[in-house]
């Protein structure tokens, strides 16, 4: 199994940038298709970005504006979040969905790291 720890979280003004990480331990990502996904006080957890087997994904609401990137070396996914807006203010977590052995991402993320607050002002 995989052990996720994100980071980079912090205080931003609205317009800024930032960029998260999303460390793997125990395993490497690359047998996993991986989300980044955000939940802010008294809404639903969103997907903010979707990496599965042979396509990447994001919603619209970032569309444009988030890019994921990947350091093999370091095992690490990487979030590049760029012309940050106050609605983007959330708690961000990645998760990772192990791909089965016909090579498509199993339907439940299993694993989970503990987050990294985001909080963007206007």
């Known amino acids: 199994q995989v052990q996720l720890v994100e980071s980079g979280g912090e205080s931003v003004q609205a317009g800024g940038s930032l960029r998260l990480s999303c460390a793997a331990f125990g395993d490497t990502y690359s047998r996993y298709c991986m989300g980044w996904f955000r939940q802010a006080p008294g809404k639903e957890r969103e997907r903010v970005v979707f990496?599965?087997?042979?396509?990447?994904s994001y919603a619209d609401s970032v569309k444009g504006r988030f890019t994921i990137t990947k350091d093999n070396a370091k095992n690490t996914l990487y979030l590049q979040m760029n012309s940050l807006k106050p609605e983007d203010t959330a708690m961000y977590y990645c998760a990772a969905a192990p791909i089965t052995g016909f090579g498509y991402c199993y339907t439940e993320y299993k694993y989970w790291g503990q987050g990294t607050q985001v909080t963007v002002s206007s």
């Open positions: 990496e599965g087997v042979r396509i990447t």
